[in-house]
């Protein structure tokens, strides 16, 4: 009877428990208890390549006992004798394959020729999926696939903007069967090409970019049972599709290199993203990205670097050393997001960050505090707000020295950033600093209001009466816009002290607040 020696990919996809119930594995299979450890570590720590591990070689056991196959494959767990780093596993156990005659097995295609060119016997078991199980679930209009250990497989089927939940099955999906949707992408990141990545590895989670899919793989504890999302986009668009002004086709492509694209989830900002980037490369500008994870479907002319597979430095250098007229930016979340993107513009480099937001001024506020006021406009000169799939608002911002809306006395000029609907252009916000506080407020021009209600009213009385009298108060509302009136001798304590206390308002009411002299 032959022998064998398996490596971690057999086990981790589970080849090597289908070879021995199909015959093609008669004799003694040997497998490290190094390799056994490092699945038993990593299954601790809730990691998922562990935990998938860990139940293969279960399996794996259960499989010659039930089946009776003990007469024909025996199972050795053997010391290595040393101690091994994870990534010398697999290279030890082609070493003990070659020096004892033994075959190696593998499913990794890069592991194979390693053993061929260093003249070890070895049985290859890796095997072409033309289409995944995780793939199967997806119908012709279904934009994300969701499937929980105990439940039925649902969907979200449409387009953004419009779309409702369906059910995708009857039965109920069990631990085993999302195990082996997870095994079966483990194995497919394993292999060498670009059409399968994990693109985030952590304890307990895994993100892997399959084709066009976005998966996301939840396991116990940090979620009650095993979970996985699925994600594709369903719209690709060009630019044109979206119907912009020649005006804002005109500045994309001319003048804007400071771009933020903002929007709820689901709000469509990607889709645009991946539209402004083939934009560009059609006109002749070399485009690049940053994603986490690189999910976006583009030409193979874009260059797509993962923020996940190196540091933020070796991006930086990367991007500043190959010099491209844009970037784009997709998912900024921390602080270092933030300060790369900073960076890099500042470098001259053109950008294009994508963040989420609920209003379009939102996505500039995220800047505040990160950087010096001043520097914003540098920074950012164009917002491209989102919602269901289509633009909805352009701001355009520059800055100016003038005394900010509201107030009257001239030594109280400043800079001011003016936060300008492109189209109209309308001031719609000004930016300032007043003492130590920075202002982000409403200047739109409205149509003479009515009376707020009487909880609002209430409301902000309460919180403006340690600084003005409540009977000197005069609110309306304008569209939305509650505008409060004070006398002039109350306005400059009101602007530094009281409109903290009305941005705490301002976010719990969901309503925006001007505040002027009367």
Same mark, same amino acid.
């Given at each position: 009877?032959?022998?064998?020696?398996?490596?971690?990919?057999?086990?981790?996809?589970?080849?090597?428990?289908?070879?021995?119930?199909?015959?093609?594995?008669?004799?003694?299979?040997?497998?490290?208890?190094?390799?056994?450890?490092?699945?038993?570590?990593?299954?601790?720590?809730?990691?998922?390549?562990?935990?998938?591990?860990?139940?293969?070689?279960? *399996?794996?056991?259960? =499989?010659?006992? &039930?089946? $009776? @196959?003990?007469? #024909?494959? %025996?199972?050795?767990?053997?010391?290595?004798? !040393?101690?091994?780093?994870?990534?010398?596993?697999?290279?030890?156990?082609?070493?003990?394959?070659?020096?004892?005659?033994?075959?190696?097995?593998?499913?990794?295609?890069?592991?194979?020729?390693?053993?061929?060119?260093?003249?070890?016997?070895?049985?290859?078991?890796?095997?072409?999926?033309?289409?995944?199980?995780?793939?199967?679930?997806?119908?012709? *209009?279904?934009?994300? =696939?969701?499937? &929980?250990? $105990? @439940?039925?497989? #649902?969907? %979200?089927?449409?387009?953004?903007?419009?779309? !409702?939940?369906?059910?995708?099955?009857?039965?109920?999906?069990?631990?085993?069967?999302?195990?082996?949707?997870?095994?079966?992408?483990?194995?497919?990141?394993?292999?060498?090409?670009?059409?399968?990545?994990?693109?985030?590895?952590?304890?307990?989670?895994?993100?892997?970019?399959?084709?066009?899919?976005?998966?996301?793989?939840?396991?116990?504890?940090?979620?009650?049972?095993?979970?996985?999302?699925?994600?594709?986009?369903?719209?690709?668009?060009?630019?044109?599709?979206?119907?912009?002004?020649?005006?804002?086709?005109?500045?994309?492509?001319?003048?804007?290199?400071?771009?933020?694209?903002?929007?709820?989830?689901?709000?469509?900002?990607?889709?645009?993203?991946?539209?402004?980037?083939?934009?560009?490369?059609?006109?002749?500008?070399?485009?690049?990205?940053?994603?986490?994870?690189?999910?976006?479907?583009?030409?193979?002319?874009?260059?797509?670097?993962?923020?996940?597979?190196?540091?933020?430095?070796?991006?930086?250098?990367?991007?500043?050393?190959?010099?491209?007229?844009?970037?784009?930016?997709?998912?900024?979340?921390?602080?270092?997001?933030?300060?790369?993107?900073?960076?890099?513009?500042?470098?001259?480099?053109?950008?294009?960050?994508?963040?989420?937001?609920?209003?379009?001024?939102?996505?500039?506020?995220?800047?505040?505090?990160?950087?010096?006021?001043?520097?914003?406009?540098?920074?950012?000169?164009?917002?491209?707000?989102?919602?269901?799939?289509?633009?909805?608002?352009?701001?355009?911002?520059?800055?100016?020295?003038?005394?900010?809306?509201?107030?009257?006395?001239?030594?109280?000029?400043?800079?001011?950033?003016?936060?300008?609907?492109?189209?109209?252009?309308?001031?719609?916000?000004?930016?300032?600093?007043?003492?130590?506080?920075?202002?982000?407020?409403?200047?739109?021009?409205?149509?003479?209001?009515?009376?707020?209600?009487?909880?609002?009213?209430?409301?902000?009385?309460?919180?403006?009466?340690?600084?003005?009298?409540?009977?000197?108060?005069?609110?309306?509302?304008?569209?939305?816009?509650?505008?409060?009136?004070?006398?002039?001798?109350?306005?400059?304590?009101?602007?530094?002290?009281?409109?903290?206390?009305?941005?705490?308002?301002?976010?719990?009411?969901?309503?925006?607040?001007?505040?002027?002299?009367?």
């Amino acid at each position: 009877m032959d022998k064998y020696v398996a490596d971690s990919s057999v086990v981790l996809d589970g080849t090597l428990k289908e070879a021995v119930v199909a015959g093609k594995v008669r004799g003694t299979v040997f497998i490290l208890s190094e390799l056994v450890e490092y699945f038993s570590q990593l299954a601790r720590s809730g990691d998922g390549v562990g935990v998938v591990g860990m139940e293969e070689l279960r *399996d794996l056991y259960d =499989v010659v006992d &039930k089946l $009776g @196959l003990g007469d #024909f494959v %025996k199972i050795e767990v053997v010391p290595a004798g !040393r101690r091994l780093e994870p990534g010398e596993l697999d290279a030890y156990a082609r070493r003990l394959a070659k020096e004892n005659g033994y075959v190696y097995v593998t499913s990794d295609e890069l592991a194979r020729d390693t053993a061929v060119v260093e003249g070890v016997e070895v049985l290859y078991l890796g095997r072409t999926r033309d289409v995944l199980a995780i793939e199967k679930f997806f119908g012709p *209009d279904v934009m994300s =696939v969701h499937l &929980k250990e $105990g @439940l039925p497989p #649902f969907g %979200k089927a449409g387009r953004p903007g419009s779309w !409702r939940i369906v059910q995708l099955s009857e039965e109920p999906l069990t631990r085993k069967q999302l195990e082996a949707v997870v095994r079966e992408l483990i194995s497919e990141a394993s292999r060498l090409g670009p059409r399968t990545k994990i693109e985030i590895r952590r304890p307990h989670s895994l993100i892997i970019q399959h084709k066009e899919y976005r998966i996301v793989i939840v396991f116990p504890p940090v979620s009650e049972r095993l979970e996985i999302t699925a994600t594709r986009p369903v719209v690709r668009k060009r630019i044109e599709d979206y119907g912009l002004d020649p005006r804002v086709l005109e500045r994309l492509e001319k003048s804007a290199e400071g771009i933020l694209i903002a929007g709820a989830p689901g709000a469509g900002k990607t889709t645009f993203a991946q539209a402004l980037a083939e934009f560009y490369l059609s006109k002749g500008r070399v485009v690049k990205t940053v994603e986490s994870p690189r999910d976006m479907v583009l030409s193979p002319a874009i260059t797509q670097l993962s923020k996940n597979l190196a540091t933020s430095e070796e991006i930086h250098d990367l991007l500043l050393l190959s010099r491209p007229d844009y970037t784009i930016f997709d998912e900024m979340r921390d602080t270092a997001d933030f300060q790369l993107y900073v960076d890099l513009r500042l470098a001259g480099v053109g950008m294009v960050g994508v963040v989420h937001a609920t209003s379009p001024i939102d996505a500039i506020q995220r800047f505040i505090r990160r950087v010096e006021l001043g520097m914003i406009p540098s920074i950012i000169d164009t917002v491209i707000f989102m919602r269901d799939g289509e633009v909805r608002k352009i701001y355009a911002l520059s800055m100016v020295v003038k005394v900010p809306a509201g107030m009257r006395e001239e030594d109280l000029a400043r800079p001011v950033i003016l936060v300008k609907d492109f189209l109209t252009d309308e001031v719609e916000y000004e930016i300032y600093v007043f003492g130590e506080e920075t202002f982000v407020v409403p200047v739109k021009r409205a149509e003479e209001g009515r009376a707020p209600s009487r909880k609002i009213y209430s409301m902000v009385v309460s919180a403006l009466k340690r600084y003005v009298p409540p009977s000197e108060i005069r609110l309306e509302e304008r569209d939305g816009l509650i505008l409060i009136k004070v006398p002039e001798e109350y306005l400059g304590v009101v602007l530094s002290r009281g409109v903290s206390k009305l941005e705490k308002l301002r976010r719990k009411l969901s309503v925006d607040f001007r505040i002027e002299a009367r």
